[in-house]
Structure formats: C-alpha cells, structure tokens
C-alpha cells in the first residue's frame, strides 16, 4: 500500500507552515476575479462547439489520498469511441492552452488543490505506486508543478513521478514553488507536451507501465 501520509511540516518555515496557503488563496481569488471574462467565454465557446455539459467532473487523489472532485472545462465530445477520436481541434487547443484547467482555481480556493503541486491523479493509480512515487501524496496537488515543468504529458510515468517525489519530499519553499511554476508557464507558452505519442492526455499508470 502507498504510503498516504501528508506532508510533516514539524521544522519547517513560515511559508511551508502558512504562507503557502495564504498565496494560494490569495491568487487564485485574484485569478478567479481577473480571468472571469475568460473563463465566460470558454465557457460560451464549448457550449457552442460541444454542447452540454460544460464543465467535465473527475473524482482525483488530493493529499493523503483523500477524494476530491476536479472540474475541468470539456474538451471532448461525448460517445463510447476512443478518447483520441472525441477530441478534435477545438479541444486540442483548449488542452494546449491549459484553458480547460481554469475551472480548478475553484479547487484551489476551497484547498483540494494549490498552485503548485503535483498533479492529481486518479484513484485508481493509488495501488500501482512504489512507496517513494507515493510521496507525491503528501502535499496537496497543484495546478502547476514539478513533472509539468519537466514537459507536461510528453513526460514518461517514470520521470514524472520521480519529479514529483522529489518535490514532496521536503517542506514546500517559495523558490522551489516560483521554479515550478515559471518552467510550467514556459512549457505551455512554448505549447510542449499536451499529449503523450499516441494517445489523447497520457497512457494509463499502472505496475507495469515502462518509462
């Protein structure tokens, strides 16, 4: 079983303590506040081009382990075929963008997530994780973060996780947290990584995925 402890924060600093939590609450109501005629209009934008429902719900890890419901703006067309196939040019751009993700600023603010964190992933991966790539449970999930500045979904599970470990394995700083999230802001301005070779997002974790 992995290891679903939150992250011990007994010598830590003032930022690891409660500064961290003060900047996400901070910026993501100025985000929220700042970004709403955006988000209405991509909003409009899948409403016209996808229909409903707008927002996509997908229940996520959160820290510790803990379920969390994320919001997304959809990006795919609803039906049985592949995801690959639901997703056209439309989506494709609102994934390469990272406009889709606006929706989790909501999650940010109610604490599910931060802005910078590893990213949440499904439950079901949780048996699959060796005791160190369940680390990336201990602090809460973010926005942007350590495996997403490495390149986003281009990033083989391997590396990823290794990156994420290695963020949580000690108390949260502002310049590790400030070095993740500009190499995140530069991987989508330089629009890298929003898919895996072949597939639509990533392949499915598992024990027996390679790389």
Sequence with gaps: MPDLTPHP???????????????????????L???????????????AVLGRPVLFHQVRSGRGGVVFTLRKFRSMAQGPEPDAQR??????????TALDELPQL??????????????????EYLPHYSPRQALRLRPRPGLAGPAQALGRN?????????????????????????TAFVG????????????APGHATMPRFDAGTEG
């Design 9 to 31: 924060l007994p010598g830590a600093g003032a930022y690891a303590r409660w500064g961290k939590r003060a900047v996400d609450v901070a910026a993501a109501l100025a985000l």
């Design 33 to 47: 506040l700042l970004l709403a005629p955006l988000a209405a209009a991509v909003a409009l934008a899948v409403l």
């Design 87 to 96: 997703l056209d040019r439309f989506g494709r751009w609102l994934r390469a």
């Design 106 to 123: 909501a999650n940010v603010l109610r604490g599910d997530m931060s802005l910078v964190g590893p990213r949440p992933l499904p439950p």
């Design 154 to 178: 281009a990033v083989p599970w391997a590396a990823r996780l290794e990156a994420d470990a290695r963020y949580a394995e000690a108390p949260p700083s502002l310049r590790g947290d400030l």
């Design 184 to 195: 995140t802001l530069r991987v989508l301005l330089a629009r890298r990584g929003v898919t």
